[in-house]
């Protein structure tokens, strides 16, 4: 029996469930023969994209499970610095949309591997391929599946968490079979819930706190009461820890390593993710560049107010545990933090509340497994299993591949087996895509703009990304010992010395990037494969100038107000 949720919850959030479901069987219909017959159109929805769709669906794409749970529980722990995430991926956009797309658009790239086969070879592209179908599969697919139905167990009341998980899994995989299609356009209702629905439930939470302090139910000024009861939660940057610092400042140190994280590792994640990313550019690769840059763009937009949606909560969360209005965070367990401010809700809106849960979830589990499913297909199954096959059996393969790695996925997080609930979800995964990503962007951007770099440096790039991020956050404090000219290391909770990984991400970027080009240098001066790049490329219409105007000034206004 439902705990927390009344019939007026289930009439809202199957009102959602009904309207998401017969838009994209009416998009799936209207595009039936085209998406059946054409790996593209399944795939990548060629073309038939707008510019809206396009940002639509990469923020409802990114915004899921690990941003509601873990980065409202980062909020709750750490405060505003957590935000650093969207704000910095709100910048990191324009470089995608004015330098990265071009490049794709002009050289009809459709996948990453792709790019990473025309620019070097096939080994590359194997590799990869391998990489980011294990990263996608079991770091991000679980994470998401895990964490949603963990916040929406939690709505509930608890003891549902094997069905929700399931649950999640078929919608995810009902709106995925319909292809980019149906994915792109249904995220735009995805995105419509997830904005709405996630404004109303942060007014609703600043209320509660102006009502809790005695005020009335005014959301101004719950937001000055929590600004001024824990002004700690409200700065971007943590400073290094001095001797003798408590385990909570190292703790929160070490996952937001203040100024050190934006000199390099931020950037780096950042760029990786939204730039060579298949989940991510997916969306853009079968537009013209124009519409491509002005969805990347408005997704940028969208990006600034997401910490409003998905981290204040947590902060309000903070407040009212520390006054003790949230028993049911028992030892301040910040990953139940999301789920306690809904549990405040009244009636209706905490089905309006799982509805915005269940849109994020299934948006990014639907986009999810569409790229695993374009990777798999068409630089796996294409090229090594049936180089002969049809565009028919291609989109069989990809639906096939959908249904398999979502299988797996709730294989794995059934019992929790990667331990995604003890890293807290949104450390599980910036942390362990770490792992990927310093060879990941040091080979996309030499292969862009570096038309020495060869095919040999690729492939030892990546794996000296790899093998050095695993020295750096598992043996370097060994060899080395805690405190270098590289890097400071912190006791962790654990009482084992740690360096913060954003940390250990420059650093093997950077040994990952010298290494690349070292290499290079015993090649040609200009490889045979390199890509030609001109100016012209990268010019844009007044309209883009006018949104990156608008997008930095609204970045640098919050930057000056919570430095």
């Keep these: 029996m439902l705990k927390h949720i009344s019939i007026g919850d289930l009439i809202v959030f199957f009102t959602y469930f009904v309207l998401v479901s017969v838009y994209g069987y009416l998009v799936y219909r209207r595009k039936k023969a085209e998406t059946n017959s054409s790996s593209h159109s399944f795939f990548l929805a060629e073309g038939s994209l707008t510019w809206w769709a396009i940002g639509a669906s990469i923020i409802a794409s990114n915004i899921s499970a690990e941003q509601f749970i873990g980065m409202s529980g980062d909020g709750f722990f750490a405060g505003i610095a ?5 704000w910095l991926g709100a910048a990191t956009l324009i ?4 330098f990265f797309m071009p490049v794709y658009i002009k050289n009809k790239i459709y996948t990453m591997p792709q790019f990473l086969k025309d620019r070097y070879n096939s080994g590359v592209a194997l590799v990869m391929s391998i990489f980011w179908l294990a990263l996608y599969i079991f770091i991000n697919l679980t994470a998401i599946l895990y964490l949603g139905a963990l916040a929406i167990n939690g709505l509930l009341g608890g003891g549902y968490l094997h069905e929700i998980m399931i649950g999640l899994a078929i919608f995810g995989v009902i709106i995925a079979l319909g292809g980019m299609q149906v994915v792109g356009y249904t995220d735009v209702v995805q995105v419509a819930v997830l904005i709405i629905g996630g404004l109303a439930i942060t007014y609703l939470s600043l209320t509660i706190v102006s009502d809790k302090f005695g005020f009335g139910q005014n959301a101004l000024t719950g937001l000055k009461l929590i600004l001024k009861d824990s002004p700690d939660h409200f700065h971007l940057i943590f400073k290094k820890p001095a001797h003798g610092a408590s385990v909570e400042t190292i703790s929160k140190y070490l996952i937001l390593p203040g100024f050190a994280m934006y000199a390099g590792g931020q ?11 298949q989940y991510i550019t997916q969306r853009a690769l079968g537009a013209n560049l124009h519409t491509a840059r002005t969805g990347i763009l408005f997704a940028s937009l969208l990006k600034i107010l997401m910490p409003v949606i998905v981290m204040l909560p947590g902060i309000v969360a903070f407040v009212l545990y520390k006054h003790g209005d949230l028993p049911m965070l028992v030892g301040g367990k910040k990953d139940g933090a999301y789920s306690a401010i809904l549990s405040f809700l009244p009636s209706g809106l905490k089905g309006l509340s799982l509805a915005v849960l269940t849109a994020a979830i299934v948006a990014s589990i639907a986009g999810k497994v569409n790229s695993i499913s374009t990777i798999f297909t068409l630089d796996v199954y294409k090229n090594y299993m049936s180089t002969k096959a049809t565009e028919r059996n291609m989109v069989w393969v990809g639906r096939i591949v959908i249904v398999c790695s979502l299988v797996i996925a709730v294989a794995f997080t059934w019992n929790d087996m990667l331990g995604i609930s003890g890293e807290g979800g949104y450390t599980f995964v910036q942390k362990y895509s770490s792992f990927v ?7 996309f951007l030499l292969g862009m703009f570096w038309k ?3 095919g040999e440096a690729a492939i030892i790039g990546i794996l000296t990304g790899f093998a050095a991020s695993v020295f750096f956050n598992q043996f370097a404090v060994k060899v080395f010992g805690p405190e270098t000219w590289l890097y400071s290391a912190f006791i962790n909770p654990s009482g084992v010395y740690e360096i913060p990984f954003f940390i250990c991400l420059g650093w093997s970027f950077l040994t990952t990037f010298g290494v690349m080009v070292l290499v290079s240098l015993f090649g040609p001066v200009v490889n045979a494969k390199s890509i030609e790049v001109d100016k012209g490329m990268f010019k844009l219409k007044s309209s883009s100038i006018v949104l990156i105007a608008v997008i930095l000034l609204f970045l640098s206004a919050i930057y000056v107000r919570f430095w």
Aim: net charge neutral; aromatic share 14%; with cysteine.
């Design 267 to 277: 950037w780096i994640s950042n760029l990786n993710y939204w730039g060579c990313n």
């Design 452 to 454: 020495r770099t060869t």
């Design 437 to 443: 990503s310093p060879g990941v962007l040091a080979t």
């Design 95 to 98: 470089i995608v949309a004015v």
């Design 82 to 86: 957590v935000a650093v995430y969207e």
